[in-house]
């Protein structure tokens, strides 16, 4: 799968800026993290105790589905996994909605996926990037300050919620904000699994 262009996508050495809505403006003293959903207790985090979770940084391919792909930016953020462990997930979870904020309301965008698929090493919510001609700098407000997912690059970029708020535990798949306007549950570039 690795560096190869899926079909119908294009390469582009910019890292191009797509969303619906308002972008969000860090709060840091109103801004949270929740875990909730099919959990035995939800747990809700503030921005500190987030950034005082494990680092890591990953190389991944983002691929978007109105056909750009960018290969190989390097990001730097909190593993998924490491964020769920942090809660007791009830019997047969699995499913996550990841939710992010829309024109103000922090739970307004969100994107399905099967939780298994996220708990690999290159599976992170981000607050940094680098790439062959950028140093390592803050991703901006646009691209989601002050944390967003990348999702693995098995899954178009509109998986990974921007200005992300939480993740939901279900047992069943449910469609998110994309995916109720008719886009894939399972969405893999490499399949070009665009529409339902
Ligand atoms: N909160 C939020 N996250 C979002 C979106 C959005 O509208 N709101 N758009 C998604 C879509 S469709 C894409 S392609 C990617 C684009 O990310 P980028 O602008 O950083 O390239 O963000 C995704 N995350
Ligand atoms: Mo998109």
Known sequence: MENKLPPGQFETEN???LHQGDVYQFDEETWRFKLFGEVEEEKVLT???????????????????TTWSKFATSFEGIRVRDLVDLVMLKEDVKYVMVYGYYNGDPF?????????????DDALFVYRWKDHKNEWQDITPKHGYPLRLIPPASFYLWKGS?????????KEDVPGFWEELGYSMSANPYKEERYR
Request: proline share 7%.
């Open 15 to 17: 890292w191009p800026i």
């Open 47 to 65: 921005y500190q105790e987030i950034m005082n979770l494990p680092k890591t940084v990953s190389t991944v391919d983002m691929h978007c589905v």
């Open 108 to 120: 307004g965008y969100s994107a399905n996926m099967p939780l298994e698929e996220l708990l690999g």
């Open 162 to 170: 921007k200005w992300a708020t939480g993740i939901k535990f279900m």
